[in-house]
């Protein structure tokens, strides 16, 4: 894994003409499916934009970066704008479904979750769950690597656009930061240059 991260590098150049598979591209969704968070409430959604037209429309307000059109797939990752009580009871019924369990046994479980998001302002609540959603990016960037295909995660952009674009608020959602995957372009200077990275001494504090 550790010469998988070292050959990553957040790719500023896609080669446009080579495709993922869709055998990886399958799995890629289901790493991201399956990315942990807390309480297992996957207060996510993921928008894959394949359309060009629309990526063309969507790049000026990502500070105008080509990994928007030029990567093979552009995936916008998004937050719940509220998440109620009844999504956590819906999730729970889930639990019950998928494990062959009473719903009854989940009271506790269920009461648990409730308080603890009842305990949050708005403003906490919507920073835990965009929290939620980094964990899923770096389970997706992880395995990109692992599997050497290339990605750049993106903050610079305009989320406010891109969620009026996509039609967002009508499914309960706004975008949180993006990540463009394909393969790298073989004149992408950056992908020679060598990894900086803190010593371990200076990243690593032990308490004995």
């Not at 309480?39 to 060009?52: A, E, N, R």
């Not at 389970?139 to 891109?162: Q, V, W, Y």
């Not at 394909?182 to 900086?196: E, F, T």
Request: aromatic letters at 10%.
């Amino acid at each position: 894994m550790n010469d998988d991260l070292n050959w990553r590098y957040a790719t500023k150049k896609f080669d446009s003409s080579k495709k993922i598979s869709k055998q990886d591209f399958a799995e890629l969704l289901e790493v991201l499916r399956f990315s942990p968070s807390s309480y297992g409430l996957q207060p996510w959604k993921f928008v894959i934009v394949h359309d060009p037209v629309l990526r063309k429309k969507l790049r000026p307000h990502a500070l105008g970066q080509p990994q928007v059109t030029d990567a093979d797939i552009l995936i916008v990752f998004c937050a719940l704008k509220i998440m109620d009580e009844n999504y956590v009871k819906r999730h729970l019924d889930h639990i019950a479904q998928v494990r062959g369990v009473t719903k009854e046994s989940l009271l506790g479980y269920e009461q648990k979750i409730i308080a603890s998001l009842k305990a949050k302002s708005p403003e906490a609540a919507s920073h835990w769950m965009h929290n939620q959603v980094y964990i899923a990016l770096g389970i997706l960037l992880s395995e990109c690597a692992h599997r050497k295909i290339d990605a750049c995660p993106m903050e610079g952009f305009n989320a406010t656009e891109f969620d009026e674009i996509l039609q967002l608020p009508k499914e309960g959602l706004e975008s949180v930061v993006l990540c463009a995957i394909g393969y790298r372009a073989v004149d992408d200077h950056y992908s020679q240059l060598k990894k900086v990275r803190f010593d371990k001494n200076e990243v690593f504090i032990d308490k004995p």
